[in-house]
């Protein structure tokens, strides 16, 4: 029977646990891209993954939906329901992506295909993964159009993306998205192409599906106030690597990294009227450069020379809060 066939539901709400997750080039001929991300996630409930760019979210979301490109491959250890999904086949997969692991990318337009009507786009999934006829899956469409707030909705199925908006593409994506029922969407930017009011409707979409479906969410964003607005918890990532975990109000309210206080300082979100916004010094380096030290220590006001012979491990901070950085003794935990 192939792996796909069964679900194995364990028990409690977990859903979702990665463990040593990397990601790296097939050939081994360059240091890996992602490494060592470990968290877990339980049903209904939503991380968002946050960091600069090239910090290894997006790698972080294909390797868990196995949507890396055919000269990337990972490791570690990704589990499901109750199911290791590294080791499945292509053919496994594809059992997977769409019915267990939903999937909405950062482009709205790039997702959909121009030359099929929304209609068509919709019901494919429903044809193909859930067996149903025509006629229900058109039915189904427009019910998934109405779910995702687009007005009129059975009217709409004939009309083709470039008759929608931004907005209104990704309302569509997500709707493709949670077609087949999926446990666990995973958005990966989905508001960053849209405007500001457009981005708060996305959101407010998701937390209510999320509640609705018993969805749980992954969402990659590169900003703190929409983690704030969405999120249970939050990871940040640096250089390939995991920088800090823990509850929102954990991560917003007491972080321990000195990158995540950067990046909470550099928020638009948490400027004071008037004033320049903080800025992070330097750009982010390349992933996993230099094994021996810590990624950020060459843009931390903080670094020590410790900082760059030793690369810090992740260490627990608090109840499902850890963090990774050497300065992060007992006693500066305990103020
Ligand atoms: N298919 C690939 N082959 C080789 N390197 C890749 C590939 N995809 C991404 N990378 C590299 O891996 C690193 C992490 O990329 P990733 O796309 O995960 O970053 P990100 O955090 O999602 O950034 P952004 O916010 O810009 O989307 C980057 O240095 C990127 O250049
Ligand atoms: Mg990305």
Same mark, same amino acid.
């Given at each position: 029977?192939?792996?796909?066939?069964?679900?194995?539901?364990?028990?409690?709400?977990?859903?979702?646990?990665?463990?040593?997750?990397?990601?790296?080039?097939?050939?081994?001929?360059?240091?890996?891209?992602?490494?060592?991300?470990?968290?877990?996630?339980?049903?209904?409930?939503?991380?968002?993954?946050?960091?600069?760019?090239?910090?290894?979210?997006?790698?972080?979301?294909?390797?868990?939906?196995?949507?890396?490109?055919?000269?990337?491959?990972?490791?570690?250890?990704?589990?499901?329901?109750?199911?290791?999904?590294?080791?499945?086949?292509?053919?496994?997969?594809?059992?997977?992506?769409?019915?267990?692991?939903?999937?909405?990318?950062?482009?709205?337009?790039?997702?959909?295909?121009?030359?099929?009507?929304?209609?068509?786009?919709?019901?494919?999934?429903?044809?193909?993964?859930?067996?149903?006829?025509?006629?229900?899956?058109?039915?189904?469409?427009?019910?998934?159009?109405?779910?995702?707030?687009?007005?009129?909705?059975?009217?709409?199925?004939?009309?083709?993306?470039?008759?929608?908006?931004?907005?209104?593409?990704?309302?569509?994506?997500?709707?493709?998205?949670?077609?087949?029922?999926?446990? /666990?969407?995973?958005?990966?930017?989905?508001?960053?192409?849209?405007?500001?009011?457009?981005?708060?409707?996305?959101?407010?979409?998701?937390?209510?599906?999320?509640?609705?479906?018993?969805?749980?969410?992954?969402?990659?964003?590169?900003?703190?106030?929409?983690?704030?607005?969405?999120?249970?918890?939050?990871?940040?990532?640096?250089?390939?690597?995991?920088?800090?975990?823990?509850?929102?109000?954990?991560?917003?309210?007491?972080?321990?990294?000195?990158?995540?206080?950067?990046?909470?300082?550099?928020?638009?979100?948490?400027?004071?009227?008037?004033?320049? /916004?903080?800025?992070?010094?330097?750009?982010?380096?390349?992933?996993?450069?230099?094994?021996?030290?810590?990624?950020?220590?060459?843009r931390c006001d903080k670094a020590t020379a410790a900082c760059k012979i030793n690369r810090?491990?992740?260490?627990?901070?608090?109840?499902?809060?850890?963090?990774?950085?050497?300065?992060?003794?007992?006693?500066?935990?305990?103020?």
């Amino acid at each position: 029977m192939s792996a796909a066939m069964t679900v194995v539901e364990t028990g409690g709400g977990r859903l979702l646990s990665v463990s040593g997750l990397s990601v790296f080039h097939r050939d081994r001929t360059v240091d890996g891209l992602v490494e060592g991300v470990s968290f877990s996630l339980d049903r209904s409930r939503t991380l968002a993954i946050v960091g600069e760019s090239g910090s290894g979210k997006s790698l972080t979301c294909k390797a868990i939906a196995g949507l890396l490109g055919s000269n990337l491959q990972a490791g570690g250890d990704v589990t499901l329901a109750g199911r290791k999904l590294l080791d499945l086949t292509e053919r496994d997969w594809r059992g997977i992506r769409g019915r267990e692991i939903g999937f909405v990318f950062q482009n709205p337009f790039s997702a959909l295909n121009p030359v099929l009507t929304i209609g068509q786009q919709i019901t494919e999934p429903l044809r193909l993964h859930a067996n149903m006829s025509r006629r229900d899956a058109r039915q189904e469409a427009a019910r998934l159009l109405d779910l995702v707030r687009i007005p009129q909705a059975a009217r709409r199925l004939d009309d083709y993306p470039h008759q929608f908006s931004g907005g209104m593409c990704q309302r569509v994506a997500i709707a493709m998205a949670i077609a087949c029922k999926p446990k /666990l969407l995973i958005a990966d930017e989905p508001t960053t192409a849209l405007d500001v009011t457009v981005q708060a409707d996305i959101l407010d979409l998701l937390t209510d599906l999320r509640r609705e479906l018993g969805l749980a969410v992954v969402m990659v964003t590169h900003d703190f106030g929409v983690a704030a607005q969405i999120a249970d918890e939050i990871m940040v990532m640096y250089g390939g690597t995991l920088m800090e975990r823990g509850s929102a109000r954990d991560i917003l309210g007491r972080p321990q990294h000195p990158y995540t206080l950067g990046l909470l300082r550099a928020s638009p979100a948490n400027g004071v009227k008037g004033r320049p /916004l903080h800025v992070i010094p330097g750009s982010a380096t390349h992933p996993l450069q230099d094994r021996r030290s810590c990624p950020f220590s060459t843009r931390c006001d903080k670094a020590t020379a410790a900082c760059k012979i030793n690369r810090p491990v992740l260490q627990t901070v608090g109840r499902g809060h850890a963090a990774a950085c050497l300065r992060l003794t007992a006693t500066e935990m305990a103020a």
